[in-house]
């Protein structure tokens, strides 16, 4: 009876409100996204100087050399920084306890151990995030890279790079990505090349996405923690196969706007002297004189990175929320992603969710 009460209460609500609308004139304008509207605008502006502007069609290709670099960049910071974040997220979820009387030699050896990786952790994370991103950068590519450059070089020539070779002549591929350099050639690792980049972005990533994930570990209950350790499971399997799958559920909003976050921050390592889009827009400029056209592009491709990046994790997020409340795993097939993301596009454009 109470549950017929509240619906009917509900349908009253929501009829007297569409109502309201109805008087009104012109409601329907208050619901559309305008701000969505505003930067299609400018998009399709850009989008049309490109088909029909020689110039523009110039500059866009120049920068779009870089669009790839800029990508890997992304991607493959961004992997290690959720490598990075996990396990000191991991760490910093529990806090240090001091040793108790009567415990074991090896359980007191273990509680030391853990402080002391926990401050060390601490004081990364504190470090990393008390600092400009732009400011570590500098310190990776002309003050760590240079002092640790020639023996990891060294490594690589003489493990890491016959392997390569091999593969690379069986591929008929002859450029390593990573290091800016010919596979056939001497490895080199200078400050301007992607790998320091990716270490760099990995790092500043890595202190700032320990936190997401902290936070996301610590607003499990601890009686899973405990119901997992009665039925018999480790430390470790406890974390993997219960507290770190809601963890990350819960905080994947916050993971998906720090990878938009980095798209945008690739174009920090342009100091770097790296040829990502950003420093390909800077030397252009710099020699045609045509910045408002120049920027005008570059603009346009990050703004296509990013809002296909937001796309495609909201389709993750109501993916994932979907199956969270109906409590079964469903299929996600990949032909199912431009489906998904054509309803988010129709929805932000004042369309009915179905």
């Known amino acids: 009876m109470a549950v017929s009460d509240s619906t009917d209460d509900y349908s009253k609500r929501k009829d007297a409100s569409e109502r309201r609308h109805a008087r009104f004139p012109g409601g329907f304008l208050f619901r559309v996204p305008w701000w969505l509207l505003i930067l299609l605008t400018g998009w399709f502006i850009v989008v049309l100087g490109i088909l029909r502007d020689p110039e523009y069609q110039r500059i866009y290709e120049e920068l779009s050399a870089g669009i790839s670099l800029t990508l890997y960049l992304a991607l493959t910071s961004y992997f290690g920084s959720l490598l990075i974040g996990l396990v000191v997220g991991l760490v910093r979820s529990y806090p240090p306890l001091p040793p108790e009387v009567g415990m074991r030699p090896g359980k007191v050896l273990g509680r030391i151990g853990h402080t002391a990786v926990y401050n060390l952790l601490s004081v990364y994370v504190e470090f990393m995030r008390g600092i400009p991103p732009l400011v570590f950068l500098l310190i990776v590519g002309f003050i760590i890279i240079p002092s640790i450059s020639d023996p990891v070089v060294g490594f690589l020539n003489l493990y890491v790079a016959p392997p390569l070779r091999d593969l690379s002549q069986r591929l008929e591929l002859d450029y390593l990505l990573l290091f800016g350099g010919r596979v056939n050639a001497e490895v080199t690792w200078r400050g301007r090349d992607p790998a320091t980049a990716i270490a760099g972005l990995s790092l500043v990533y890595g202190a700032f996405l320990?936190?997401?994930?902290?936070?996301?570990?610590?607003?499990?209950?601890?009686?899973?923690?405990?119901?997992?350790?009665?039925?018999?499971?480790?430390?470790?399997?406890?974390?993997?196969?219960?507290?770190?799958?809601?963890?990350?559920?819960?905080?994947?909003?916050?993971?998906?706007?720090?990878?938009?976050s980095m798209i945008k921050d690739t174009s920090l390592v342009t100091i770097l002297g790296t040829s990502e889009i950003t420093?390909?827009?800077?030397?252009?400029?710099?020699?045609?004189?045509?910045?408002?056209?120049?920027?005008?592009?570059?603009?346009?491709?990050?703004?296509?990175?990013?809002?296909g990046g937001s796309m495609i994790v909201q389709t993750l997020e109501n993916y994932l929320r979907v199956e969270t409340i109906t409590g079964t795993r469903r299929q996600f097939p990949l032909l199912e992603v431009p489906r998904r993301l054509l309803r988010n596009v129709y929805v932000a454009l004042g369309g009915k969710r179905r």
């Open 210 to 260: 320990s936190e997401v994930f902290r936070s996301g570990i610590q607003s499990i209950h601890r009686g899973q923690m405990e119901a997992a350790k009665s039925l018999g499971m480790t430390f470790f399997q406890a974390m993997r196969h219960i507290v770190i799958p809601q963890a990350v559920r819960r905080v994947l909003p916050e993971l998906g706007n720090n990878f938009i």
């Open 279 to 307: 420093q390909l827009a800077r030397q252009w400029s710099g020699s045609s004189f045509q910045y408002l056209q120049t920027y005008a592009v570059l603009s346009l491709m990050y703004l296509t990175m990013t809002v």
